[in-house]
Each structure stands twice: as structure tokens, then as C-alpha cells.
């Protein structure tokens, strides 16, 4: 069965500080893993995308690595701010039809506090 | 921010009423998509549509209907709404190109509660 697990379920952390969000997945075959930002009662926002032969991928103060061997994803975010305070979702799609389907992650709820 | 636009935000109703969520992008795409998510849960595909009068059941059975008669628009009808069917429902767009890499863009999605 294709699956995304996330990790931690949640996560506190102060401003100014760093994390790093887990992401592991059996989706088989793989197309691309993408990871997406969701504020409290919006839509998700994508952040990264990666292919099977991309490594890491920065956006600003956010760093996505993938290893496909190993099948797993980390979402790193430096120097933290109050806005960082979201749901982080790990998604991966497969190449398995022409929909190209999405298999979603629960998320990682991150607070960052002041 | 992506250009596409979910109304109403927020809807309370009661049990048997028949309602429709509106969704609109403005960006052109063929592809749009429904999805529903449960507060800490994953979202859940439950429609999509590839274009204009192109609409399919997602994995997660829904007893809603959808339609797509203009490009942009791109609604979903539950005749008999339940309170099973409170939830946030959120609308998706994309444009495939030729690696398949295709980026979804959200609209800010509807918070569904039935009495």
C-alpha cells in the first residue's frame, strides 16, 4: 500500500531557532515529492519540488532533501519565525497513471513561539 | 498567492439541505480537482476533472456530484447534505506539462459544518 508518514505529529519550537521535519514513503513508482506549507484555514502552498535525481532543493529559508534509496524526505527551516507556524504536508506522486496521483501526508503542525 | 477562489469560506446547515461549493480559477488550467480533509488527517481526493465536461470519482467515495461546463469553474453539489459531511473541502488546479510535474495550486478552501 502507498503510503507518506510524517514526522513529528507536531512540533513547538522558539523563534530564531531551527527544525527539521521527516517525511518517509513506500509510493512506488516515483515521480516527484513535493513538500507544501498550509496556514490555519487556508490551502496548502507548495514550497519544493524534487525528482528522483534531485538532492536537495532551497526555497529561502526552507531546504528540502530527498533520498530515494532510503525513500525519505526532510524539510529543514532555519532561523524561524512566528509566520512558520503552519502545517508542513509531504506529498509524493507516482508515475503509475496518466493522473500522475498524489498520495498526501498527514502533516507536521509546527508552532513557533516568540 | 494563486488565483483561485473557493465561496463560501465558511457554511452552517442543516441535516437534508441541498448545497453547492463554488470554485473558480482564473489561471487557464484543465485540470482541477476536489478534495476533503479532516482536521490532522490527510487530504483526500474525491473528485477531478481533466477539462471541460471531463469529470471523475476520486479514491475517497463521496455521495457529492460535480460538474465542469466552463473551464474555470468547477463546483460541487451535495443534494442531501449530513452531518457526516462536515469537513473542510478544498479546491485544486494544475497545468501538466510533458515531465507530468505538475504543481497544484489551492484555493483557500470551505469549512463545511451540518447540524
Known amino acids: 500500500k502507498n503510503q507518506v508518514e510524517q514526522s513529528p505529529q507536531s512540533l513547538i519550537i522558539l523563534e530564531g531557532k531551527n527544525c527539521t521535519l521527516q517525511c518517509n514513503y513506500t509510493v512506488s513508482p516515483f515521480s516527484n515529492l513535493r513538500w507544501y506549507k498550509q496556514d490555519t484555514g487556508r490551502g496548502p502552498v507548495s514550497l519544493t519540488i524534487?525528482?528522483?535525481?534531485?538532492n536537495t532543493k532551497s526555497n529561502g529559508r526552507y531546504t528540502a532533501t530527498l533520498d530515494a534509496d532510503t525513500k525519505q524526505s526532510s524539510l529543514h527551516i532555519t532561523a524561524s519565525q512566528l509566520s512558520d507556524s503552519a502545517s508542513y504536508i509531504c506529498v509524493v506522486s507516482d508515475r503509475g497513471s496518466t493522473l500522475g496521483r498524489l498520495y498526501f501526508g498527514r502533516g507536521t503542525q509546527l508552532t513557533v513561539w516568540p | 498567492e494563486a488565483d483561485i477562489y473557493q465561496t463560501p469560506r465558511y457554511l452552517v446547515i442543516g441535516t437534508g439541505k441541498k448545497i453547492t461549493l463554488e470554485c473558480s480559477q482564473t489561471?487557464?488550467?484543465?485540470?482541477m480537482y476536489w478534495y476533503q480533509q479532516d482536521p490532522g488527517m490527510e487530504l483526500h481526493l474525491i473528485h477531478y476533472?481533466?477539462?471541460?465536461?471531463?469529470?471523475e470519482k476520486g479514491d475517497l467515495s463521496s455521495e457529492s456530484t460535480v460538474s465542469r461546463i466552463r473551464t474555470e469553474h468547477f463546483p460541487l453539489t451535495l443534494e442531501s447534505a449530513r452531518p457526516s459531511h462536515t469537513s473542510q473541502y478544498l479546491c485544486?488546479?494544475?497545468?501538466?506539462?510533458?515531465?507530468?510535474?505538475?504543481?497544484?495550486?489551492f484555493g483557500p478552501g470551505t469549512r463545511l459544518l451540518v447540524l
Open positions: 524534487m525528482t528522483f535525481s534531485e
Open positions: 476533472s481533466y477539462g471541460v465536461n471531463s469529470t
Open positions: 485544486a488546479s494544475s497545468e501538466p506539462d510533458q515531465f507530468r510535474q505538475e504543481t497544484q495550486y
Open positions: 489561471m487557464g488550467h484543465d485540470k
